[in-house]
């Protein structure tokens, strides 16, 4: 995508660009309405187009949020992050004086799932008055921003995902070692390609992240870090990025296949109060 310009889409949707290959603000939807199936292909064309879709003043309710989240597929139920009381796939992301922001990584939600998500919903409740911004980046453009021999070493390599920062805060919260054993049954560490192929748009992106990946399995430990190190830094460059400055009322939906995000912790003690809904996934090819 390169043109910035405001267009009206068939659905009758103005979508504004932040930028020329990811972020969109899209204009002229009522998210507490029913969708038509014309608007939902409208919407699911223009996140495969922007990579993640921005939405103003929308103060929906749990039940819509829900609703325009199964629009595009079954819904996850985390096993580790605190949910709204009485509805299990909504998860309830509160930083406050108590509790200071921490997804300050960048990540792709739930790779360490062999399913990892499509994509998540996030709707802001209350956001801090300057701050907390979430930044998003191109995975695509990460990959092909590559020079062609660090493309050609992880051609076809897999990488290995783990829960490792949910164990530690489990341990930290006191869960005995048998309960958290248990979770390590329920979900074994999992290898993704460091290359997926996107299952809709055939496009290869980028596909490790500092929050969950390990290694990357054939290589011994020291050449996998250096090479990871490298990796990961593909995320931090501006040209692949876009970031969305919060209101209450806003919205974010994003492919989890083809970006990553990073929320700006720089708020504290101010309250940063969401509600994120996730759309289950596909195996990683």
Not at 32 to 42: E, F, R, V, Y
Not at 226 to 238: C, F, G, N, R, V
Request: with cysteine; glycine share 6%.
């Amino acid at each position: 995508m390169s043109n910035l310009a405001r267009r009206i889409d068939s659905a009758g949707l103005e979508i504004a660009p932040l930028t020329p290959e990811i972020g969109a603000e899209l204009h002229g939807l009522d998210l507490s309405q029913p969708l038509s199936p014309p608007t939902i292909a409208a919407l699911r064309a223009a996140m495969l187009d922007w990579k993640v879709l921005f939405f103003r003043d929308q103060h929906i309710t749990t039940e819509q949020h829900l609703d325009f989240a199964r629009a595009f597929g079954g819904l996850e139920v985390h096993p580790f992050a605190p949910h709204k009381p009485g509805y299990p796939e909504v998860l309830a992301i509160t930083h406050d004086r108590e509790s200071r922001g921490r997804e300050n990584t960048w990540h792709s939600d739930v790779t360490w799932r062999a399913e990892p998500s499509l994509g998540s919903i996030l709707h802001a409740l209350e956001v801090p008055p300057v701050g907390g911004d979430t930044l998003f980046a191109d995975m695509y453009l990460a990959y092909e921003g590559l020079s062609e021999a660090v493309k050609a070493k992880i051609e076809g390599r897999l990488a290995v995902h783990d829960f490792g920062h949910f164990r530690a805060r489990m341990r930290k919260s006191g869960k005995t070692e048998a309960e958290i054993e248990a979770f390590n049954q329920t979900y074994p560490m999992v290898e993704h390609p460091v290359v997926r192929t996107h299952p809709e748009t055939g496009r290869k992106a980028l596909y490790v992240n500092a929050a969950f990946t390990l290694h990357i399995v054939g290589l011994d430990k020291a050449e996998s870090d250096t090479l990871l190190k490298h990796l990961y830094a593909q995320a931090a460059i501006p040209e692949y990025q876009c970031r969305f400055r919060w209101a209450a009322g806003s919205i974010a939906f994003w492919d989890n296949r083809a970006s990553q995000h990073y929320a700006v912790s720089d708020y504290w003690p101010a309250v940063r109060r969401m509600e994120r809904v996730t759309i289950i996934g596909d195996r990683p090819r």
